[in-house]
T-cell receptor
Framework: RKEVEQDPGPFNVPEGATVAFNCTYS??????FFWYRQDCRKEPKLLMS???SGNEDGRFTAQLNRASQYISLLIRDSKLSDSATYLC?????????????FGTGTRLKVLA | DAGVIQSPRHEVTEMGQEVTLRCKPI?????LFWYRQTMMRGLELLIY????????DSGMPEDRFSAKMPNASFSTLKIQPSEPRDSAVYFC????????????FGPGTRLTVL
């Protein structure tokens, strides 16, 4: 089983739609979780951290379910500019190291 | 403040040649990470340094790969000899400290080995 798994997509959604991505992780000792965004032929950039209580940043909401070992990202009122690949990231410091493990990403295309 | 700087941005070389990728982390950042990204395998951590010391190189694919960090502001990733399967985008990233969460990536080096 992969350490971090994501549905590769693509998710094709119309502008204004709500879309949700899930990501599962295998190591129950994982401590920190993030969503990164990567535009085509660019570097990944931090979108948001994922806290145990869930967190919201504008149109974006991230949630963590430790019992089921998954994190989610919800995007409301999708914009064309949201088209990108969204990478789920788990920080493995729980194992005494500080390695980020990246999922392979979920592609989102927002259509006009 | 400048971000993570990588050079070259693009490299095309022939199989068997030595390739050296360079990275300058953000000033004041003590942790540096080298990643490789391919369509098939996604983003893989190759090696990371803390205070210029290699901490974990378990992701380095084989002995053809080596990385150094001679000082706080410079790191290299070398492939010798290069092979076509090494073709990928290589990213360098830095963090202020290992235990701090936000990690900043450089623009990457797109390597093509013919």
């Amino acid at each position: 089983r992969k350490e971090v798994e994501q549905d590769p997509g693509p998710f094709n959604v119309p502008e204004g739609a709500t879309v949700a991505f899930n990501c599962t992780y295998s190591n129950s000792a994982s401590q920190s979780f993030f969503w990164y965004r990567q535009d085509c032929r660019k570097e990944p950039k931090l979108l948001m951290s994922v806290y145990s209580s869930g967190n919201e940043d504008g149109r974006f909401t991230a949630q963590l379910n430790r019992a089921s070992q998954y994190i989610s990202l919800l995007i409301r009122d999708s914009k064309l500019s949201d088209s990108a690949t969204y990478l789920c990231v788990v920080n493995m410091e729980g194992s005494g190291t500080y390695k980020y493990i990246f999922g392979t990403g979920t592609r989102l295309k927002v259509l006009a | 403040d400048a971000g993570v700087i990588q050079s070259p941005r693009h490299e095309v070389t022939e199989m068997g040649q030595e390739v050296t990728l360079r990275c300058k982390p953000i000033s004041g950042h003590n942790s540096l990470f080298w990643y490789r990204q391919t369509m098939m395998r996604g983003l893989e951590l190759l090696i990371y340094f803390n205070n210029n010391v290699p901490i974990d190189d378990s992701g380095m694919p084989e002995d053809r790969f080596s990385a150094k960090m001679p000082n706080a502001s410079f790191s290299t990733l070398k492939i010798q000899p290069s092979e076509p399967r090494d073709s990928a985008v290589y990213f360098c990233a830095s963090r202020r400290a290992l235990e701090m969460n936000e990690q900043f990536f450089g623009p990457g080096t797109r390597l093509t080995v013919l």
